[in-house]
């Protein structure tokens, strides 16, 4: 089995790979700084598990997520975040992640995560609030992600290939499901904050 912990503070990486060494003596354990480091280490090792930060330099958040489980579909990605919003973990276990676990949380929840992957499961801690009440289609996940990444309506319209029209309103129930009046109060609700180096290239 090979393991992938990626996360820009060198501590939590070393914490991590001390408490999985002796779990997965076997394992061989990767470690990646930065969001083009991940992507070089799964193109050439094909890790079995990623233990993925979603603010590193380089890395546009969920856009990331989803470019990074599309492109690499036979690594299982767990995502690991500050945050805890229902809407970031339901978009990011819609992008096909295997988990989302808090960094609030034990490493403990490492070991059930990866274990629930490797079975072919998905999983997320019991004590997390997943808002049933709150859901975002997958166009509107989409257009989330987008705009936690800073780019503008025009923007996102070509990118996704859709009228200026299309997106504003997708954008317009993104904000009424959240109870948000602009992008600022929504990228501080989610929890997402961009990253000082990060970069729009995917």
Do not use: W
Not at 5 to 20: G, K, N
Not at 44 to 71: A, E, F, W, Y
Not at 146 to 154: D, L, T
Not at 169 to 188: C, D, T, Y
């Amino acid at each position: 089995m090979k393991i992938l912990i990626a996360d820009d503070h060198c501590l939590h990486r070393e914490l991590v790979r001390t408490f999985l060494a002796p779990v997965y003596p076997e394992a061989l354990i990767y470690e990646a700084s930065d969001y083009f480091s991940v992507k070089e280490i799964c193109k050439n090792n094909q890790p079995t598990i990623v233990l993925l930060d979603l603010s590193m330099p380089n890395m546009n958040g969920l856009l990331s997520v989803n470019k990074l489980v599309s492109r690499f579909p036979d690594s299982k990605f767990i995502v690991c975040s500050a945050s805890e919003h229902p809407i970031l973990i339901q978009t990011v276990m819609g992008f096909g992640a295997a988990g989302f676990i808090p960094k609030t949380l034990s490493c403990r929840e490492l070991i059930t995560g990866i274990r629930y992957a490797l079975e072919g499961d998905e999983y997320l801690p019991p004590s997390l609030n997943a808002d049933a009440n709150i859901t975002l289609t997958q166009r509107q996940s989409e257009i989330l992600g987008y705009i936690c990444s800073g780019y503008s309506n025009k923007e996102i319209a070509a990118r996704l290939d859709l009228s200026l029209h299309t997106v504003k309103f997708h954008a317009g129930l993104v904000f009424e499901k959240l109870k948000v009046q602009n992008r600022q109060q929504l990228i501080s609700l989610i929890g997402l904050h961009k990253h000082p180096n990060q970069d729009a290239m995917l």
